[in-house]
């Protein structure tokens, strides 16, 4: 039996301001509050932090190359808030997720791939459908999917920053807290040795 390779398991939390952050003093952010609950809780992961401010699904396509560079071994996807905000094509933001989804798994990277829903005002239509896509790719074997990224976070003022998109302090520790079971879930599929 080899032994287990030197270092913390590699975790690439491949997303836009939610995952980067936005708004929050350093240290405060998704990535940092979820290293810390992971070293909290023994685990030896180191979370790559690819959140950029903005991004939607093609900009997370765009830039998965750059990102696997740091050659993870498990990935968290939080994209499509962006999409959604512009009220881009479902079937854009589906192809895109696919996209991202078939090079992790070419790669044998088991992935959790967070969801997101579009904001009320585009109309229940368009919501259903964008709901879709996440609901579909959570779908595909070897994904563990989380249904939405913000569960019990989104529209509470109280949980989140002035603009009401992007969680506080309080927000994020809910989040972390909420979804930590599924990142542990996902870190027990990476092959040891």
């Not at 996807?77 to 079937?91: I, S």
């Not at 829903?117 to 563990?144: S, T």
């Amino acid at each position: 039996m080899r032994a287990a390779a030197a270092g913390p398991v590699r975790l690439l939390a491949l997303g836009d301001s939610l995952t980067a952050g936005y708004g929050l003093p350093p240290g405060e952010g998704f990535v940092p509050k979820l290293q810390a609950a992971l070293t909290a809780r023994g685990r030896q992961v180191r979370v790559l932090d690819a959140g950029v401010s903005g991004d939607t699904t093609a900009g997370g396509l765009a830039r998965l190359d750059w990102a696997l560079a740091e050659e993870p071994q498990a990935a968290l996807v939080e994209l499509g808030g962006n999409d959604g905000l512009r009220g881009l094509p479902p079937a854009e933001t589906r192809r895109n997720l696919t996209a991202i989804l078939d090079r992790l798994e070419a790669r044998r990277i088991p992935v959790l791939l967070s969801g997101m829903l579009a904001p009320p005002n585009l109309g229940a239509d368009y919501g259903r459908e964008f709901a879709g896509v996440f609901q579909a790719l959570g779908q595909r074997p070897g994904v563990l999917f989380d249904p939405f990224f913000l569960e019990g976070i989104a529209g509470d003022p109280a949980l989140n920053q002035p603009d009401g998109i992007h969680p506080n302090p309080r927000g994020v520790a809910i989040l972390v807290a909420r979804i930590l079971p599924a990142v542990e879930a996902l870190l027990e599929r990476v092959p040891s040795g």
